[in-house]
């Protein structure tokens, strides 16, 4: 079985990315261009001769992937990277234990196959597929567990610091009894010798990360890269400095957001007046400025307006980008025309694209990533007997159980038959008043309402012992559903990669890979277990 969906048909989607994906006017100009083979050739034509910092970026990828053993696919793609018509797309996430959830795979391999097609389908550019690794993110619960075959693993300690500069050093505790369990499945050696490489080896949490994806995707050619680092903040030091002074985002990106809310848009994350921590000394701490003094906050320590911009020269990376700011760093840094993402990550994005124009930056083609409900034999045998597609799994689940309840009724109370003769006869009664004595209204339209809620109770009776009725199929389809998304959440956010690599062994990485459409924006429902 397999089935899709466009993400803009999903009833729980923001209404932001469903207006995004089917090109609605009013949302223009939070945006480039769309996605097409065609566009990302206009993309590239215009980042080119915008991107200056090609050599250096080398250098540092160089420095950051020297320890690895690269593939015969990732040497030709760094290489090709310091070619002038070269071109990056790229994805990004935070170091979540084990990959953490489900979507993290599904991200990258969406990289990696819209490169892939983009390089078979024209010659006039190269498209290197990147990783760019939140190392500076703090949130350290975020990214501290994961669910392998259903249990919950945790790593359970106390960090305020940069995730990226976590030590590794008791994770053999935190995964030994995982890692035990891996033994007892087909591939599970396999992910085994990836964990020694990679949290059993490396001693901070970024350099784990780094070969635990390299080893998983190496031989797809994705490179990856870490911001956190002197050569990178060097470059992008007027932006810091722009936004600390001058607070020019927070003035242009405010503008949007007011856009945004009088389109009774969510607003996905609101600029601070200054969008950068300071870190030192393993804190990393919010700016402020009150009276031209720059504060850290949660510190002893304040700068004057002179003092902080030279430490901005001096210690460029003592400065780290918030979540606003990080895709302004991303762009500067990298020669990129695409960025794939969630739908939160689209939406913030979307809140940039007029500091973008302001800083001459080219902003990068959106992509919202696929998303996949992954079945297997059982589960869909179970959804052919209940005659379920695609579209009643992604309703609200009582939605779902009304149809199926419905659909296997020989009888249907017609409440909207009666509901409507009610009201006419109130109308009626309405005009017979007018015509006799008009403060006669009120009382009638309390008794409306009165035998309105009536039958709506009489409704509900009807329901509830329909239901019962059917009690069988309702169960069937809750157990079904639970299975389906855990906690009541999509599968691809709980769950993690790893029962299905210890399962599946590389073989599922590829599988995925062959089901993402890199230019639609859908879902797609299939069974793992016939790969079709």
Same mark, same amino acid.
């Given at each position: ?24 006017? @009013?949302?223009?100009?939070? *945006? ?150 891996? @033994? ?88 601070? @007046? ?136 020989? *009888? ?58 059917? @009690? ?61």
């Amino acid at each position: 079985m397999k089935n899709q969906i466009n993400i803009a048909d999903i009833p729980g989607n923001s209404q932001l990315i469903k207006d995004y994906v089917t090109k609605e006017e @009013k949302i223009a100009s939070l *945006y480039g261009r769309n996605l097409s083979p065609k566009s990302l050739l206009k993309q590239a034509r215009e980042k080119i001769s915008n991107y200056k910092h090609r050599e250096k970026l080398i250098d540092e990828l160089q420095r950051q992937l020297k320890n690895l053993q690269l593939s015969e696919k990732q040497t030709i793609n760094l290489k090709n990277l310091s070619l002038a018509n070269s071109m990056t797309i790229t994805t990004g996430h935070q170091l979540n234990l084990m990959t953490g959830p489900l979507y993290f795979i599904y991200k990258i391999l969406q990289v990696i196959k819209l490169c892939d097609t983009m390089n078979e389908r024209q010659e006039e550019f190269k498209f290197i597929p990147i990783f760019w690794m939140a190392t500076e993110d703090h949130d350290f619960e975020e990214i501290n567990h994961f669910n392998f075959n259903r249990e919950f693993i945790s790593w359970n300690e106390k960090h305020h610091d940069y995730v990226g500069e976590i030590s590794t050093g008791g994770l053999k505790t935190v995964l030994s009894d995982f890692y035990e369990e891996l @033994k007892y499945y087909p591939f599970g050696n396999d992910l085994r010798k990836i964990i020694e490489k990679s949290y059993y080896t490396a001693d901070n949490l970024s350099n784990a990360t780094r070969i635990l994806v390299h080893e998983l995707f190496k031989e797809y050619g994705l490179l990856f890269i870490d911001g956190n680092t002197e050569t990178l903040k060097k470059l992008f030091i007027p932006f810091i400095k722009d936004d600390i002074k001058e607070k020019k985002s927070y003035r242009i990106i405010s503008k949007t957001i007011e856009k945004l809310k009088s389109d009774h848009y969510k607003i996905q994350v609101n600029p601070r @007046k200054i969008n950068f921590f300071y870190h030192k000394n393993k804190e990393r701490n919010r700016i402020d400025e009150t009276n031209g003094k720059y504060y850290i906050l949660g510190s002893c320590k304040n700068f004057s307006e002179v003092e902080i911009l030279e430490e901005i020269d001096k210690h460029p990376e003592n400065f780290s980008p918030n979540a606003l700011m990080r895709p302004v760093y991303q762009e500067v840094i990298l020669p990129n025309v695409a960025y794939i993402g969630g739908n939160a990550e689209i939406a913030y994005w979307m809140e940039l694209k007029d500091y973008f124009s302001a800083q001459n930056i080219p902003f990068p083609i959106l992509v919202p990533r696929n998303s996949f409900l992954l079945i297997n034999d059982n589960q869909e045998k179970r959804m052919k007997r209940l005659s379920l597609n695609i579209n009643h799994l992604f309703l609200p689940k009582e939605q779902t159980i009304n149809t199926l309840v419905t659909q296997n009724s020989s *009888y249907i109370f017609d409440f909207a038959k009666y509901e409507s003769r009610l009201k006419d006869m109130f109308d009626d009664l309405l005009k017979e008043s007018a015509n006799t004595d008009p403060s006669w209204e009120n009382m009638i339209m309390a008794q409306k309402k009165k035998q309105l809620n009536g039958l709506e109770k009489i409704n509900k009776r009807f329901y509830k012992a329909n239901r019962l009725k059917h @009690k069988e199929i309702v169960y069937n389809f809750e157990k079904l559903y639970e299975e389906l998304f855990p906690k009541g959440s999509w599968q691809e956010r709980v769950y993690n990669f790893s029962f299905y690599y210890a399962t599946m062994g590389s073989e599922f990485l590829a599988r995925i890979y062959n089901e993402i459409n890199e230019f639609q924006n859908i879902v797609t429902v299939f069974n793992l277990e016939k790969g079709k």
